[in-house]
């Protein structure tokens, strides 16, 4: 298994502009987490689905921040407008309900908003 | 909700000695707690977790215990490596289910020198 794919691995965006991340969960994953990390607040939990639907968003900073999870296999988070304050690496994590708590990170997305 | 403490931010061992780092949780219903290693510009990594029903787990030179009525849990890790330096982050998830939430702590930044 390729494991939980994201792209881009690097995003350098403007504040104003919109940006869109990219997450593939590892294949019969029913859970996805979308995580964001920071040297100042560490690793926060955004958003999760199940089953490809949204279970708990308290996580989403503020509305400029959206994500979806339009299949099994697909998920995106996206921020419009950006702004400096958004910087950093965000993760995606999936794991299955049948066998493990365990949660396989992706390999996250650095992103700058200049 | 859950919030998870963890203790110490920073911590720097010779190689050989002993390393522990503390965890504590607020939410007396959590039952499941993973431990995660991040390399510096890596994704976060399980190395072990405990469940409720459990005090004590060991895995070769690492081993979480678990005290439920005080609220928390520590990671021993044993005849220390330079390998082992990473950030280590403790969690704690009140899921009756797998794949459900976690709620990091901060991280505790481990470095061992030879």
């Known amino acids: 298994d390729a494991g939980v794919i994201q792209s881009p691995r690097h995003e350098v965006t403007e504040m104003g502009q919109e940006v869109t991340l990219r997450c593939k969960p590892i294949?019969?994953?029913?859970?996805l987490f979308w995580y964001r990390q920071t040297m100042m607040r560490g690793l926060e939990l955004l958003i999760y689905?199940?089953?490809?639907?949204?279970?708990?968003d308290s996580g989403m900073p503020e509305d400029r921040f959206s994500a979806k999870m339009p299949n099994a296999s697909f998920s995106t988070l996206k921020i419009q407008p950006s702004e400096p304050r958004d910087s950093a690496v965000y993760f995606c994590?999936?794991?299955?309900?049948?066998?493990?708590?365990?949660?396989?990170f992706g390999p996250g997305t650095r992103l700058t908003v200049t | 909700g859950e919030n998870v403490e963890q203790h110490p931010s920073t911590l720097s061992v010779q190689e050989g000695d002993s390393a522990v780092i503390k965890c504590t949780y607020s939410d007396s219903a959590s039952n499941y707690f993973p431990w995660y290693k991040q390399e510096l510009g890596k994704r976060p990594q399980l190395i072990i977790d405990i469940r409720s029903n459990v005090g004590e787990k060991k895995d070769q030179r690492i081993a979480v215990t678990l005290n439920k009525t005080a609220k928390h849990f520590s990671l021993h890790i044993t005849e220390t490596q330079p390998e082992d330096s990473a950030v280590y982050f403790c969690a704690a998830s009140s899921a009756n289910q797998a794949g459900t939430a976690l709620i990091f702590g901060k991280g505790t930044t481990l470095s061992v020198s030879s």
């Open positions: 689905f199940n089953n490809n639907v949204p279970i708990d």
């Open positions: 994590a999936s794991s299955t309900g049948a066998r493990s708590y365990e949660q396989y």
């Open positions: 294949s019969g994953h029913d859970y």
